[in-house]
């Protein structure tokens, strides 16, 4: 029986993306379309479901894959959520904001873990599953999106996700130290994007700034 000759262009393909992989740090996500110029539309993803196949990269959900880091004890180790959809976002050219358990669980108002997480965008809409957790891009106005501090932008997120009626105290001291933290005039633009009883709290946390601004 005749054996069957190697097929070049595979392997060609195949050494050219983990090569191309390889040149990057662990823990990196990639795109079959970080790899066109390596082959064809087909070609790429045939190497990607063999790279994978051969734990030489992880699968992670349609169309995304990690060079993973590997612990001696905890095995293959995974990127954050948050890191994941960033990279989602990138190849998009989308902008994304963490709102709802994800911007509570950020500012440390919650320890709470959510298994769906949702983020705000200027792109197109989905949800990913990525093992267990799923990744949600929710579509919202340019206003949503355009808060200019981290802080004082996830404060808004939070306080949405809390609600008027349910800030506890011991959260509003929280915010309040949070946002000391964040530049005034920041502050002041994005309590313009927010609902008028969430500007009163960010307002409320940069009272003795204001005081003096006016001072001075």
């Not at 206003?143 to 306080?159: C, D, M, P, R």
Request: net charge positive; charged share 30%.
């Amino acid at each position: 029986m005749t054996a069957r000759p190697k097929d070049k262009t595979r392997n060609t393909t195949d050494k050219r993306i983990l090569d191309k992989i390889k040149n990057h740090k662990r823990g990196k996500v990639f795109f079959p379309e970080d790899f066109i110029d390596t082959g064809s539309v087909d070609a790429i993803r045939q190497a990607l479901h063999r790279l994978a196949k051969d734990d030489l990269i992880v699968h992670l959900a349609h169309g995304i894959y990690l060079y993973p880091k590997q612990d001696k004890e905890l095995g293959t180790l995974y990127p954050p959520v948050e890191e994941i959809a960033k990279a989602i976002a990138k190849r998009d050219k989308a902008r994304i904001f963490p709102t709802g358990l994800q911007a509570l669980n950020k500012l440390g108002l919650s320890t709470q873990v959510p298994l769906k997480v949702v983020f705000l965008t200027d792109g197109a809409p989905r949800s990913i599953q990525i093992g267990k957790r799923t990744i949600k891009f929710k579509k919202t106005t340019p206003k949503n999106l355009s808060a200019e501090g981290e802080i004082s932008g996830l404060v808004i997120q939070a306080l949405r996700e809390i609600g008027k009626d349910n800030v506890t105290n011991e959260q509003l001291a929280r915010i309040h130290k949070l946002l000391q933290k964040e530049d005034l005039q920041k502050v002041l633009d994005d309590a313009c994007l927010a609902p008028a009883w969430i500007a009163k709290i960010m307002l409320a946390a940069k009272k003795a700034e204001l005081n003096y601004e006016k001072i001075l």
